[in-house]
């Protein structure tokens, strides 16, 4: 681990409230406060599960811009600045350092993919022109490339490089990581079913969907792990997956969309391709949540 990881703990990857008239900022505030009231380590902004894929470049900032003075330091304050194109990913990398941020991500390139050589390459660039410390987002799900372990320990020694977002899935590839990086990054898990088990190899944490609407459940999560209680971490682990297989049931965020709306913290809006959940996925979730007296 770094002397000092950007954050310990959990970080929520923040849905953004919406509504067909654009981002509902009343309702962004609200959720806002609700987290930091909660006691979470770090918000994520404009993220996956924030819908940062449609927002466009003003209202990317905007969001930022917004999240950051109404965060106000009552958290670690992450902006995923990351894209396909790595002269805009520099661009607005450093508008948000600018607006407040005090940390990156930086997902792999999606659609137009690249080399291992190119994803270093890219990386470097990126970390050479921020003011703060990125984390590296690997999630070859959604954009068709993996950061290979053997990646990660090139890119290990460059200073702002601190941290990785792993939801890879694969366990053998993370110890692989591990190994290979040292003490010289911080992984947290990107997948709220492997929690535990990536805390396990000396991880820092976890960036979650799970903690839009379970924020202190997920926290527990890793502090009985921290605390030294695994047993009960795993205990823990195990009670919320169904509930976390029910979040994943269609394409993230369509069903914590659901969840929050249903809790009041925004409209059930998500921006095309995506729709609403479907009615049946939409009963499992509602029930779990019942069950786990959320709602």
């Not at 894929?53 to 106000?72: G, P, Q, W, Y």
């Not at 607006?99 to 690249?114: C, E, I, Q, R, S």
């Amino acid at each position: 681990m770094t002397d000092k990881p950007i954050f310990k703990g959990v970080a929520t990857a923040l849905i953004t409230p919406m509504n067909e008239n654009g981002v509902d900022y009343n309702a962004f505030a609200r959720l806002i406060d609700w987290q930091c009231d909660q006691g979470i380590n770090a918000l994520v902004i404009a993220g996956t599960t924030g819908e940062g894929s449609t927002l466009d470049d003003n209202e990317h900032k905007e969001v930022v811009k917004f999240a950051a003075k109404r965060i106000n330091g009552r958290c670690v304050m992450i902006a995923s600045t990351g894209s396909n194109d790595t002269r805009y990913s520099v661009q607005l990398t450093k508008y948000c350092a600018d607006a407040g941020a005090d940390a990156m991500l930086l997902v792999t390139p999606y659609y137009n993919k690249t080399t291992q050589g190119g994803l270093v390459k890219m990386y470097e660039t990126i970390a050479d022109a921020s003011e703060k410390p990125v984390i590296l987002y690997n999630v070859p799900s959604r954009t068709g490339i993996n950061i290979e372990p053997e990646t990660y320990e090139k890119l290990s020694y460059h200073p702002k490089i601190q941290g990785i977002k792993e939801a890879n899935s694969n366990i053998s590839k993370i110890v692989q990581t591990a190994k290979l990086i040292g003490d010289r990054m911080d992984i947290y898990s990107g997948n709220d079913d492997q929690i535990v088990p990536i805390l396990s190899m000396g991880g820092q944490g976890v960036i979650s969907v799970l903690s839009n609407p379970a924020p202190k459940q997920t926290m527990e999560i890793c502090n009985k792990f921290f605390a030294g209680d695994v047993k009960g971490a795993a205990e823990l682990q195990c009670k919320f997956l169904p509930l976390i297989n029910a979040l994943f049931c269609e394409t993230n965020p369509i069903p914590v969309k659901a969840a929050m709306s249903a809790m009041g913290f925004c409209e059930n809006y998500v921006r095309l391709p995506l729709i609403p959940m479907e009615e049946g996925h939409w009963l499992k979730l509602k029930a779990l949540m019942q069950e786990q007296g959320l709602i």
